[in-house]
């Protein structure tokens, strides 16, 4: 935070950096309140669309989306995990990175022993590159299990346990971003507590534990937090989208079992491969090849533990 400044004046802007956490933490949780209402508001909108569709088969929807019936419990349970499984993609695709970006600084500091000397400029835009592209890449992800995960739960168990899986999901999301915006802020203080001369100051194992409490803590507060709230109002808006062709296959006249769990099976389907690729995508630590292409050649491939 301070940077090149000493004395008196890094003591200000570390405690300037404190408040800034605490305060952010709060807005944070004035957003988790907003992304509640939108969500609640996108809820009342999806049961307004399933009245409409239903028509006159409104009250046995009514009766199906009972909490105490064992597909809507189902779907609250599943609401509820998916909110715990998109937090662990996020906090993943942070550590993924910045493997990615400690690879390339050795790399760096390996191949140009002057950038320690001062003598030699560090190639900043490789690092950029790299966080631009993750940032990009990682998203996918996410964004599927936030878009699928509703298809998959809406045709292959119905509009009850729909109804279920977004109440689930908003109630465990309000909750879960809270904790991880509020938790993350409250270790990276900690280290800064510990730093100006608390529980035996730097180089204490107190430091030395507050050090990996702050590398947790920003997945926490800057990526995981924070997605959750767009996470909610995606799940509501497509559940929206798909409630009359869910009412359409498994209500009524036109009732298309086969075509429902076809498209149940494909969405979940795709999320388990997502997911699956996302874990064991490797991270390329190129080297410069001078031929002013692209700058990668013989990558070396580095896996890091997600």
């Not at 405690?15 to 939108?38: C, E, H, R, S, Y």
């Not at 190639?123 to 998203?139: A, F, M, P, Q, W």
Request: charged fraction near 15%.
């Amino acid at each position: 935070m301070s940077g090149d400044v000493d004395g008196e004046g890094a003591q200000i802007l570390t405690d300037l950096d404190a408040v800034g956490n605490t305060t952010k933490a709060i807005t944070k949780g004035i957003a988790i309140a907003t992304a509640v209402l939108a969500a609640t508001a996108l809820f009342g909108s999806y049961t307004d669309a399933i009245r409409t569709s239903l028509a006159e088969n409104y009250a046995k929807f009514e009766a199906d989306a009972l909490v105490f019936n064992p597909g809507t419990l189902v779907g609250i349970i599943i609401g509820a995990a998916v909110v715990f499984m998109f937090s662990g993609l996020a906090i993943n695709a942070v550590t993924r990175a910045a493997g990615a970006i400690v690879f390339e600084v050795r790399r760096q500091f390996r191949e140009n022993p002057g950038i320690m000397e001062g003598t030699v400029r560090p190639e900043y835009g490789r690092v950029v590159d790299i966080c631009t592209r993750d940032s990009l890449r990682e998203l996918a992800t996410p964004g599927l299990l936030a878009i699928l995960a509703p298809i998959a739960v809406g045709f292959g168990l119905g509009v009850g346990p729909l109804a279920g899986y977004l109440a689930g999901a908003i109630a465990t999301g309000t909750l879960m971003a809270i904790f991880l915006a509020n938790s993350g802020g409250a270790w990276d203080n900690g280290k800064k507590l510990v730093e100006d001369g608390h529980y035996g100051g730097k180089g204490s194992e107190a430091h030395a534990a507050t050090v990996i409490g702050d590398t947790v803590g920003d997945p926490f507060k800057d990526t995981a937090g924070p997605a959750i709230n767009p996470l909610m109002k995606v799940m509501n808006l497509v559940a929206l989208l798909i409630a009359p062709a869910v009412v359409s296959y498994s209500v009524g006249d036109h009732r298309n079992t086969p075509l429902r769990v076809t498209i149940a099976v494909v969405a979940t389907v795709i999320i388990v491969a997502a997911v699956t690729f996302s874990k064991r995508k490797p991270i390329a630590v190129a080297g410069n090849d001078g031929d002013g292409a692209n700058g990668v050649t013989e990558p070396t491939q580095a896996k890091v533990n997600a």
